[in-house]
């Protein structure tokens, strides 16, 4: 029973509503059922149907860039044999394809995908800034809107949420997930899920969700994108799989599958994956989509010979729509004919895809609706932007009160290669948000500080590349103001797909620019932008406040100067941990402790001989404007048997002097196993927010769900013995209990 509850635990309550926010409902019921009927009527449909029609509804398509069909696409459609197009949008388009579509002869609707990832129009922060949140409402109601406004377009289907945990910050697709952590992966996962699908997925403002990269994408060898992948089944099911599970759980009715090799046998071509564990273990009754080309790819990967082997083995293990390759197609009725692959594989991928298209409502409303496409943000799709944006920004750092800024400052200088860079804050994948559209840092801190004041600016020095021209007038326009805020990072093109970096410093001269404003002695801020951990001992060591802003999306801008002002308190923790070098990479809190855990005074112990084995700033770490305190960590139960449950509680305390946030974090140690645990787990948090002298009680349930591991037999057990119990505001230090279970 554990075994499919494991990463529903992060759904056992619905969300906290993010302040300013509309209360988005957020109820607990699984997505609409199917309706009734529609076995039926799939069948219906399928005893009509060729199989040339079949494999044509197994067939997603390319548009153009800029978001057209292709003129071919109005002929297969015609022909009853183009069930799918990625990236083509836009009512009016959308609506001529799909007429030819419903000409055909049985008026199969196609379904219309899209990358929408952290936002359409209205661009949120990149996913990974999202999960810095700590916060699912707010990753709830960026999808809301994003679905709102994507299904305008005509898109009845996103991409999202890419929900890979991902353990080494090199693979630029970091960005794109919620970081390294399993427990925060699931909550942001259904979260994510809930948003863009909401609970009925016919509605006009949904979009279908899609958990992707089925699996193990985020493990790629050296952190170098689409790399091999090798992990035990036990790392599968305790860190890659919990948040595909929360993800099916919250309603996602399609998955993509992965572009790499896993243990061997490429993932769009994984019975394991696709049969056994999805269909099998979990019941997932929706479609998977290969990635793009993946089915061509298994040529390469050497796991087929040619193509049409390829679309055996995809096929075969389970992996039903090809994305933009055609070998299901070209290869199918051959491959039928000679009885290399049963025409059963065939019709259950077919019946997989109407099912999903029945239940998206496509049949009862195939046509967008003229109209509702708004050529302009609506205020308040830009107000939760702002909002979330600041939610997501993480203090790393603030020696000295150097923030927040003063308001009645008389020169503030701005300076940064990204200070004034309105594409960047858009992050990795813009949908069609526009760079015009978008407040730049500069924008921003102009707009918040008052009219009397100077605001000066200096780019420094270009992103990447070795010229240095720059430097000089920053440090003359640092010289001259009160407050420096030095804008650096990585450009949008530096982080997600095929953006895997080998070294994770800030790219060409910006550590110098830094440096030298710094220098001027005038007190310096630095913002970073970027898509990733990046490796900044230097910055760390010796600036005194650095504000990590992420991409931050189009109110980037306001949402900094927002931050770095006061008017927004920042609370945001890392979800994910910066290394001090390359060289500690894979670095994470949820590590296993080994026989010899590091010891100064002791050589044979797990250390480096050139760093310390400590990160930069670890997982759930993040600053305040005020303080915070932690005390009275108390279990309701001392001893309980494997199916009991516990509540931990805590008591929270604003110990400063502004309003501000705190997420208490809940870890566990399992410290007895048959099977060796991390030395944390992460199994409950919550952003509280605390009015000075302030106190909260947070309480966290422990229940079965929580306190299980998998077995040395993979199954989900959880076994007698010590746990000890973290509450803490970070995955480091905090307050200590333990509790034990004993057998029945
Ligand atoms: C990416 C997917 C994406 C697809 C369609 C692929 O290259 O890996 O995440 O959904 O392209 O754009």
Known sequence: MTLLLLSALAVA??????????????????????????????EELLRQMTLEEKLGQLQQLDGEAGGDYRPEHLELARQGRLGSTLNVRGAKRVNELQKAALESRLRIPILFGYDVIHGFKTIFPIPLGEAASFDPAAAERSAAIAAAEA?????????????????????????????????????????????????????????????????????????????????????????????????????????????????????????????????????????????????????????????????????????????????????????????????????????????????????????????????????????????????????????????????????????????????????????????????????????????????????GCALAGEGAEGLDEAVRVAQQADAAVVVVGEDADMSGEAASRAALDLPGRQLDLVRAVLGTGTPTVVVLMNGRPLTIPWIAENVPAVLEAWHPGVQAGHAVADVLFGDVNPGGKLPITFPRSVGQIPIYYAHKSTGRPPDAKNKYTSKYLDSPVTPLYPFGHGLSYTSFELSDLALSAKTLPPDGKLTASVQVENTGNRPGDEVVQLYIQDADASVTRPVRELRGFERVTLKPGEKRKVEFPLTPEHLGFYGRDSRFIVEPGLFRVFAAASSVGGLEASFEVVPK
């Open 13 to 42: 309550e619905p969300p906290a509503v993010l302040p300013g926010l509309e209360a988005e409902t957020a109820a607990e019921a699984a997505v609409s059922a199917p309706p009734s009927g529609l076995d039926e009527r799939v």
């Open 151 to 459: 299904s305008a377009a005509g898109v009845r289907w996103t991409f999202a949420p890419m929900v890979d945990i991902a353990r080494d910050p090199r693979w630029g697709r970091v960005a794109e997930g919620a970081g390294e952590d399993p427990y925060l992966g699931s909550v942001m996962a259904w979260a994510r899920v809930k948003g863009f699908q909401g609970e009925d997925l016919t509605a006009q403002d949904k979009v279908l969700a899609c958990a992707k990269h089925w699996a193990a994408y985020g493990a790629a060898e050296a952190g170098r994108d689409y790399n091999t992948t090798d992990l035990s089944e036990h790392t599968l099911r305790s860190v890659v799989f919990p948040p595909f599970r929360a993800a099916l759980e919250a309603g996602a009715l399609t998955f993509m599958s992965a572009f790499n090799d896993l243990n061997g046998v490429p993932a769009t071509a994984n019975p394991f994956l696709m049969t056994q564990v999805l269909r099998q273990e979990w019941g997932f009754e929706g479609f998977v989509v290969s990635d793009y080309t993946a089915v061509q790819e298994l040529v390469a990967h050497g796991l087929a010979s040619d193509g049409a082997e390829a679309a055996r083995r995809a096929l075969g293990a389970g992996t039903d729509m090809e994305m933009v390759s055609r070998l299901y197609n070209q290869h199918g009725a051959r491959l039928v004919q000679e009885g290399r692959l049963p025409l059963a594989v065939i019709d259950e991928a077919v019946r997989r895809v109407l099912r999903v298209k029945f239940r998206a409502g496509l049949f009862e409303r195939p046509y967008a609706e003229l109209g509702r496409e708004s050529p302009v943000l609506r205020s308040d799709h830009l107000k939760a932007a702002r909002l979330i944006a600041a939610r997501s920004m993480v203090l790393l750092r603030n020696e000295g009160g150097v923030l927040p800024l003063d308001k009645r400052i008389r020169t503030l200088a701005v300076i940064g290669p990204l200070a004034d860079d309105k594409r960047s804050m858009l992050g990795t994948w813009p949908a069609d948000g526009r760079a015009e559209d978008a407040v730049s840092v500069l924008e921003g801190l102009r707009g918040k500080t008052f009219p009397e004041a100077k605001v000066l600016y200096a780019k």
